[in-house]
């Protein structure tokens, strides 16, 4: 009968305990419940962090923990290979290669025999999955450690504290601990500070020891796998994603908000970009380079349509969570941790674009995309509305054209055209009379003319060119032979252009024809 009674007990206690965590975990903000059912079989280890502060008389701390568990998904490490136009895996080591030129005559090469390079997600390591609470637990201990006594820090609000100071990553990288060795290399640093409670201060400081330890490497453009701290560390050079993350990791550990802001694309060159920029109590943002220069003195080197900043919280207006999940869209778009921040800097302007093309069944989206590195990017989504679509805050000054997604490319919706500097838009669409035009280059240049009032050409002497149009798609003109003069063709007029030199990169920019002169977008 003991046994008997034994056992009855030890049910009776098992259900009541069920149902004891059941009517606790109803009480936690519902974002931590939904996380909390996608962790698996790590969900004890984020219920160790909850019941850790549940009852800590710093009642921040709990809601620093809901907000680190509640917007967990989504944020990983994320590992990348290269593969080739048929999806092969390309094996391919940035660093085996001496300097950034031989590392691209390489690339070119493959992309001869092997078609057009990309990279491809091979690993996905959620943090929901992986985290451990004693990780979590130290993390959010040292952060609230700096917030209460850097003085620089005692004014950040707790909203800007948790999107700003409190996140153990700054982008996909391997996770690491990284604030021990920040917080005690610059433990002594007010007593170096003019002002020591300014923020702007402690980040000059700071980031001008980063540099002494990081730089930039153009080869890392071909290492898409964000570096852990140790792998930076021992590397010292790495792309601009891995300066944003050093930077992050030496501010974030001395109390400082700082974040990430990105462009998917240049708006008229190739490539993309990130940097970081300091957040200030009113949640003013100061923009800087980690590694590379310092807040209030730098400048992006190029002309921007869209400035996106990574938050750790889920933004409930983003593409990625607004969208049904049947729907695919670019890759940088399906991003639910993002905010748009361009009007913060350059002069915008909302555009409604009419689409007089069809629209596809179960399309609710339309795209406006910039030309970058041969191809056209989507940089925005917009929502169609009986027939039109609107896009918000783009930057002026710029060539967009609008685009579906369909199939998992993107598909002219309409013509291109120029969103003027006083926010107008001007049309792209050829007309039946042609213009002559003389073309002394393939990029942007400073015009030298020559003695006898000619201006320089800058097209290489016995090259073959290739001029294009853009007519629901680039149609071929003709093509020439450069000499030492530039070189005359005969285009229609009110058109999108696009010189290309036969076996190049196809890297070219894209002009426009004003008063007979390239303007070049």
């Not at 060159?269 to 993309?272: F, K, Q, V």
């Given at each position: 009968m003991r046994v008997i009674r034994f056992l009855i007990y030890l049910l009776c206690f098992s259900c009541l305990m069920v149902g004891v965590t059941q009517a606790k975990s109803t009480e936690w903000p519902k974002e931590v419940v939904t996380a909390l059912e996608k962790s698996g079989e790590n969900r004890g280890e984020l219920e160790k962090v909850l019941y850790h502060y549940e009852h800590d008389p710093d009642t921040l701390k709990f809601r620093a923990a809901c907000f680190l568990i509640g917007n967990m998904d989504g944020h990983s490490f994320v590992a990348y290979d290269f593969v080739d136009s048929a999806g092969g895996?390309?094996?391919?080591?940035?660093?085996?290669?001496?300097?950034y030129d031989s590392l691209v005559k390489s690339v070119e090469q493959i992309e001869r025999e092997r078609g057009e390079l990309d990279y491809r997600r091979n690993t996905a390591i959620e943090d929901l999955q992986e985290v451990t609470a004693e990780y979590l637990i130290d993390n959010i201990d040292k952060a609230f450690a700096v917030w209460y006594s850097r003085p620089w820090a005692k004014k950040l609000p707790f909203d800007i504290f948790c999107n700003d100071v409190l996140?153990?990553?700054?982008?996909?990288?391997?996770l690491?601990?990284?604030?021990?060795?920040?917080?005690?290399?610059?433990?002594?640093?007010?007593?170096?500070?003019?002002?020591?409670?300014?923020?702007?201060?402690?980040?000059?400081?700071?980031?001008?020891?980063?540099?002494?330890?990081?730089?930039?490497?153009?080869?890392?453009?071909?290492?898409?796998?964000?570096?852990?701290?140790?792998?930076?560390?021992?590397?010292?050079?790495?792309?601009?994603?891995?300066?944003?993350?050093?930077?992050?990791?030496?501010?974030?550990?001395?109390?400082?908000?700082?974040?990430?802001?990105?462009t998917p694309y240049w708006a008229d060159?190739?490539?993309?970009h990130a940097w970081n920029a300091v957040v200030m109590p009113d949640g003013t943002a100061i923009p800087f380079m980690g590694a590379e220069a310092n807040p209030g003195k730098y400048r992006l080197p190029?002309?921007?349509?869209?400035?996106?900043r990574k938050t750790f919280a889920k933004q409930l207006n983003s593409l990625a969570l607004i969208k049904?999940?049947?729907?695919?869209?670019?890759?940088?778009?399906?991003?639910?941790?993002?905010?748009?921040?361009?009007?913060?800097?350059?002069?915008?302007?909302?555009?409604?674009?009419?689409?007089?093309?069809p629209i596809p069944d179960s399309v609710p989206f339309a795209y406006l995309a910039v030309f970058n590195s041969g191809a056209w990017k989507a940089i925005h989504y917009g929502i169609i509305?009986?027939?039109?679509?609107?896009?918000?805050?783009?930057?002026?000054?710029?060539?967009?054209?609008?685009?579906?997604y369909l199939n998992e490319e993107l598909v002219p919706a309409s013509d291109p055209f120029i969103l003027t500097k006083r926010g107008e838009v001007f049309l792209l669409r050829p007309t039946s009379d042609t213009v002559s035009v003389l073309l002394n280059s393939?990029?942007?240049?400073?015009?030298?003319?020559?003695?006898?009032?000619?201006?320089?050409?800058?097209?290489?002497?016995?090259?073959?060119?290739?001029?294009?149009?853009?007519?629901?798609?680039?149609?071929?003109?003709?093509?020439?032979?450069?000499?030492?003069?530039?070189?005359?063709?005969?285009?229609?007029?009110?058109?999108?252009?696009w010189l290309v030199a036969t076996d190049s990169n196809r890297k070219e920019r894209i002009f426009v024809i004003e008063n007979g002169k390239q303007v070049w977008y």
């Open positions: 895996v390309v094996p391919f080591d940035p660093l085996s290669y001496p300097t996140p153990y990553r700054g982008s996909n990288e391997p690491e601990e990284w604030r021990d060795e920040f917080m005690q290399k610059h433990e002594n640093l007010p007593s170096e500070m003019s002002d020591p409670s300014d923020p702007i201060e402690a980040a000059e400081i700071i980031n001008e020891e980063v540099k002494n330890w990081f730089t930039f490497d153009p080869r890392f453009y071909y290492h898409p796998t964000d570096q852990s701290l140790s792998e930076m560390k021992t590397n010292g050079i790495g792309r601009c994603e891995d300066m944003t993350n050093a930077a992050i990791y030496a501010l974030r550990a001395n109390g400082i908000a700082v974040t990430s802001d990105y060159a190739g490539n993309n190029n002309r921007v349509a869209k400035v996106y049904p999940d049947s729907i695919k869209v670019p890759r940088w778009l399906d991003r639910k941790s993002v905010v748009d921040v361009t009007s913060s800097y350059t002069e915008v302007s909302d555009v409604t674009i009419n689409l007089p093309n509305k009986s027939q039109q679509v609107t896009f918000t805050d783009m930057g002026r000054d710029l060539v967009y054209l609008p685009v579906f393939t990029t942007k240049r400073k015009l030298v003319q020559s003695t006898d009032g000619v201006e320089q050409s800058f097209l290489k002497e016995g090259k073959e060119y290739t001029l294009y149009f853009w007519q629901e798609g680039w149609q071929k003109g003709d093509s020439k032979i450069a000499g030492d003069r530039p070189l005359q063709f005969e285009v229609p007029s009110n058109a999108l252009y």
